[in-house]
């Protein structure tokens, strides 16, 4: 399957190693309804919050099983304030790969094909925990 | 709107916090560590308003580092400070205000919940150091419980509970009525608040007066002996404690497992949740060979032993003892309780007594499985028994 990723992406980004998106997930937003600019990595917006030179910059962080939203959750003050929502993607959608840290070993990140929509795949699927 | 706190803005608020060891990471860094000046925080992202974000920044050291990644202590623990900043951070990690914030004044959504370490396999670690390299600890949580201050009745109450807990807990059985802290003792160190934590060293003890007073059998010990039988007691607590818990996660506690184990509700009740007391959370850790020993008692959990054990005492209950005193014309013979060390009075028939005196079962040393009613007494309970008494053999090494 071929993908066509936004424009500035670095070489070699995504890894070879990200499997295409066939798969549940759970991503965490401010908002109860998902809109596309929710799906727009800092890469993307051309933010200076991040080296751009990074691969992980360019797509969007994620969770693949429900205990790693509950783990976010009791040590994340923020991520507490969040809505859940989950999808299940199909392989067009993009490709996911393994981004782990030394302290985030099971960190996974979402790199999207820029022609797919995923919005609306994503279900509401846990209330913020706090306000 | 720019965040704006009643708090004490702090004069000369650090800089920048650029992200330099990043430990949480979702689309940007959430906790991370930053070099500020002569010393580094961790930063934790609270809040964003869209224009800046808002970021709890706690001092920290390279020895809670290490224990934080190594599993020693939980992201809680880390965040843990006297005072703190919350700060108003841009989107470059340029400071643009600060307000200082002594821990009592941090709402408590600001802070990781309890005892989470920095990844999910690490499980439930301690929240403190202290705890982390304790033989034994046991960590009381209450809204009364500051990081400054606390109740002086309460905090002796607390003490008071978690003394006399370890010590039933903890004591080997060949020790057992031991009274003097100079034959057998465990420091204690130093006392942690915010919550209360009592962490417990390994024993120290006069071998030679263990020896001469309690060597049954011309057996010597050592000290290797004692601290061993120590180890085995309390890894026994988290085994029958772990066994408690897991009942209560499966709904009620049986009335069958509360008569069976009517010894260990009474002791963990003591150093359990008491609303009364204003406890709402109580936590055991240990190091063990095996790893980390943690136990957690909510105040539901809490209130569900409660009601077991008061429920349990209203019929026939199992407790372990040794005779410790016979008295033929009464009938009764008195046993120091294994577990709790308390003296307890059994009662029997004239005929059963005679029976098992004449069988040997009744013969002071004796080690005994008892059954039967209590009755609650102020000065020595009463234990009227309703099945002859089983003898057991003992490991007390």
Known sequence: MSYEFCEGIPDACPPNAAVPSEADIFRGAPAQALADNDFVSFGELGSNRFDLTQCKAWGLSIWKTEEAVSFARANLTYVRKWHIHRATLSAQHGVIGETPTVPQPHHHTFWKDKNQSVTDLFVHFLEPEAA | MPWDFAWEEAP????????EDVLYFYDEPLIYVSTMGFFDAICSKIDDNGTSNLVLICPTDNKTLAAL????????????????WVADVDY??????????????????YLPKKAYGLYPSFGRV??????????????FSGSELHADQMPFQTFKDLVNSAFSATKSLMTPYLLNGYKSPDVFNMPVAQPSFSSLAISVMKPEMDIAVINSRYARNQTVYSEQDIVRATTNRRNEFFEQAGELIEEINN???????AAEKVDWLKVILEVSPNPQRSIED???????????????IDGNAGEKIRHAYEKALTAPVVMEGVIVEINGDSSTFLVRNTLTHRQVTCILLEETFKRLDRDGIITRGAHLRLRGNVESRVRRDKLRLTVDPEPIPVVIV
């Not at chain 2, 470059?92 to 959504?109: F, G, K, M, Q």
């Open chain 2, 251 to 257: 709904g009620e506690i049986s009335d069958h497992f």
């Open chain 2, 282 to 296: 109580v936590e055991f850790t240990a190091l063990t060979n095996q790893g980390r020993a943690y136990l957690h």
């Open chain 2, 92 to 109: 470059d990690y340029v400071v643009r205000r600060a307000w200082t914030v002594p821990s009592n004044d941090l709402p408590e959504e």
């Open chain 2, 69 to 84: 990644k190594g599993g020693l202590i939980s992201v809680r623990g880390a965040l843990t400070a006297k005072n703190y």
């Open chain 2, 126 to 139: 301690p929240d403190t150091i202290e705890q982390a390299k304790a033989f034994f600890s046991i960590k």
């Open chain 2, 12 to 19: 000369r608020a650090p800089g920048r916090v650029t992200p």
